[in-house]
């Protein structure tokens, strides 16, 4: 019963390189959203995807792109990192479209762009 | 859009005494507001929710308020213990229309209770 898992847990990378973050949830949760949060902003919405194949833009889209290929994952990428992409990044996914429907997150990315 | 104010931001108690978290929110067509708890190290964690329809809610220990016609809701929490520190984050959601059930969040506020 693993919920929602995010691969890796702790990443530094140089300006300029590329990576993937990984989320992957086993409760058959349609919609799937990335957030990142920094000292007192809370949780800022990056991308999100309400079913396999589909994305959307959230809040803070930029220097990001996402893919749901596949229902179980949505995969975060980042393909010139940037100092200001310094953040924890979380997952979470949720069923449906009912509108008190819970979210669950993962654990949770800590990346450091040096 | 949805914008969400939380205070304070860093709370310090005593063991035993109570603790009070308020978040305002911004739109009104606004329906949904969970609170998550955020322990060191790990990702946020569903506490309590309220909806719209209902004014409070009561969960053992802590317990949420809504008031909608001034927009805002609060967290209280009782008797507190050493292991309620922890970040915790209110949360706004309208499932109307093309929202896609996503969560506006507050700031954040640091609890920590003394023993």
């Known amino acids: 019963n693993a919920g929602v898992t995010q691969t890796p847990k702790f990443r530094v990378l140089k300006t300029g390189q590329s990576m993937t973050l990984l989320c992957a949830q086993d409760?058959?949760?349609?919609?799937m959203y990335w957030y990142r949060q920094d000292p007192g902003m809370g949780l800022r919405l990056i991308h999100y995807s309400v079913g396999e194949g589909t994305t959307a833009k959230g809040e803070v889209p930029d220097g990001y792109n996402v893919s749901r290929l596949k229902k179980q994952n949505f995969l975060l990428g980042l393909e010139s990192a940037a100092p200001s992409q310094t953040s924890v990044y979380f997952c979470a996914s949720q069923t449906g479209v009912r509108f008190d429907t819970e979210a669950f997150f993962g654990q949770g990315t800590r990346l450091t762009v040096v | 859009g949805e914008n969400v104010e939380q205070h304070p931001s860093t709370l310090s108690v005593q063991e035993g005494d109570s603790a009070v978290i308020k978040c305002t929110y911004s739109d009104s067509a606004s329906n949904y507001f969970p609170w998550y708890k955020q322990e060191l190290g790990k990702g946020p964690q569903l506490i309590i929710d309220?909806?719209?329809?209902?004014g409070e809610k009561k969960d053992q220990r802590i317990a949420v308020t809504l008031n909608k016609t001034a927009k805002h809701f609060s967290l209280h929490i009782t008797e507190t213990q050493p292991e309620d520190s922890a970040v915790y984050f209110c949360?706004?959601?309208?499932?109307?229309?093309?929202?896609?059930?996503?969560?506006?969040f507050g700031q954040g506020t640091i609890l920590t209770v003394h023993p």
């Open positions: 409760m058959n949760h349609e919609y």
């Open positions: 309220i909806r719209s329809n209902v």
């Open positions: 949360a706004a959601r309208n499932a109307g229309g093309t929202s896609y059930g996503k969560l506006t």
